[in-house]
């Protein structure tokens, strides 16, 4: 029991309901002090309905029958607070097999069972609300189906719902001012078939135009030819003199390889030098220490010379050593002399290819400057061509749309215009009727709109200032 206290609430009853003792948990989780609890029923955690009906009294009833029940329970805390426990009631049996006392062990779950109350509640009002969208939606379907386009959803809807009904009702608007707007063009419509004749023979003029252009295009083209084959030319001379630079480029590294060998071999024979230097100055040093131990050694020796003897051999040897290391220096140096000299001679005749891949350059700078001249003349010719070709540009799109709008209005412009009206005439906009506005466009009100039509396609067809502008290239 303390292992499960320690966890859970646990709570303590006589069989007749009365608290004998409850834990910590149990006190927390319902607000209590145990001195509050002890001795009292247990329907103060009850509501006053549900302690007053006959299941409570056979709840108890089945427990001094020595019965377990465990199940989700709703308690009454401290100050009415609402409480839900996952809880299993426990009959405690004595040594002679009857019930003695009641033991409660409970978790508190009323986070998640006042969430799941609160999700279930705006399931339903979701629910009754998207019912009451739904309903709404299928009557203005209905209508519309039937036609009539001022059906719309006025019912009150809340949250993503309003979105929907105004979504629906926008659409329905469009679409009634769309169709409005087909009914009017109706009209205009049955007044266009007489302007294709008129675009047809724009669309002549301008295609002989197109011709006379393509002419001048022509002669343009050969002269860029040619501008292009000087050009070719031009470059095959500069590649020539490209391959003659290279040429003496190549040799030039070649002497450059040299130098830098012959700089190699005095770097070596200065290496040595300074060894065979250093040998002469150990010698020197050695010589000088010889004598001075010579000559004290004589001053001790008096007659009896003999270390002295001994330092002279050294002396005589090392000499000997100086004298070869001497004639070492004067060999290498010599040799370097050579080198440097060689060094020179290579320099000098870097310094030759250098002045003739300058000459070269210089033949590669003039015909670089031709070629600069042909690409303007190149760029000149194209600069005409791209002139054209703009205007060619333009004049073909329209010939092509008007090549188009031609073709098609000249064989179904008349039974599409009367299969559209009616189509449009089944609807019902919320203005005048669709036969009777038909009928007006195309009588009474049909020139307005008809002559901004003939307009605009005899501006589209190329008439006024495109043409001239045409012509005059």
Not at 415 to 437: I, Y
């Amino acid at each position: 029991m303390a292992a499960i206290g320690r966890s859970q609430a646990v709570i303590e009853f006589n069989l007749d309901g009365t608290i004998i003792d409850a834990n910590q948990n149990l006190l927390t989780t319902m607000g209590y002090s145990l001195e509050e609890i002890r001795g009292t029923h247990h329907r103060q955690f009850m509501d006053p309905a549900e302690a007053a009906s006959p299941e409570y009294t056979a709840f108890w009833r089945e427990l001094n029958a020595g019965h377990f029940l465990a199940r989700k329970f709703r308690r009454l805390a401290k100050g009415g607070r609402e409480v839900w426990l996952q809880a299993s009631y426990n009959p405690v049996f004595g040594v002679d097999g009857r019930p003695t006392k009641v033991i409660k062990l409970a978790i508190d779950i009323t986070a998640e069972e006042q969430e799941a109350a609160r999700r279930e509640k705006q399931r339903i009002e979701a629910e009754q609300a998207q019912n009451l969208l739904v309903e709404a939606l299928a009557g203005a379907l209905a209508r519309l189906s039937a036609g009539d386009l001022t059906a719309r959803i006025d019912a009150p809807v809340q949250g993503a719902h309003i979105r929907v009904r105004d979504d629906y009702n926008a659409a329905v608007e469009s679409l009634r001012q769309t169709l409005g707007q087909a009914l009017q063009a109706v009209a205009g419509l049955r007044g266009g078939v007489s302007e294709i004749s008129s675009a047809s023979d724009d669309l002549s003029r301008r295609t002989e135009q197109q011709a006379a252009s393509l002419e001048e295009t022509a002669a343009a083209l050969d002269q860029i030819t040619a501008t292009v084959k000087r050009s070719a030319d031009g470059a095959k001379q500069a590649s020539s003199a490209a391959v003659g630079a290279r040429a003496e480029a190549d040799r030039s590294g070649e002497v450059v390889r040299q130098a830098i060998a012959a700089m190699d071999g005095i770097k070596r024979s200065s290496t040595q030098i300074s060894d065979i230097i250093g040998v002469i100055d150990e010698i020197a040093f050695q010589t000088n220490l010889l004598a001075l131990n010579a000559g004290v050694e004589a001053a001790r020796a008096g007659e009896a010379g003999r270390g002295f003897a001994v330092v002279a051999s050294e002396v005589r040897a090392l000499a000997q050593r100086s004298a070869e290391a001497a004639k070492q220096i004067k060999t290498l140096i010599t040799t370097s002399g050579q080198e440097v000299a060689q060094g020179v001679n290579l320099v000098n005749e870097t310094g030759s290819a250098l002045s003739a891949i300058a000459v070269k350059v210089a033949e590669m700078d003039a015909l670089i400057s031709e070629i600069a001249a042909s690409a303007q003349e190149q760029a000149t010719g194209l600069s005409q061509v791209n002139s054209a070709v703009n205007q060619m540009d333009q004049v073909t799109q329209q010939n092509a749309a008007m090549v188009e709008e031609t073709t098609a209005a000249a064989m179904s412009l008349k039974t599409e215009t009367e299969q559209l009206a009616q189509l449009v005439e089944r609807f019902d906009t919320g203005e005048a009727p669709a036969q009777t506005r038909v009928h007006d466009l195309s009588q009474g009100a049909g020139p307005v709109p008809l002559a901004r039509e003939r307009a605009r396609i005899r501006a589209y067809a190329g008439g006024g200032i495109a043409a001239q502008e045409w012509e005059e290239f």
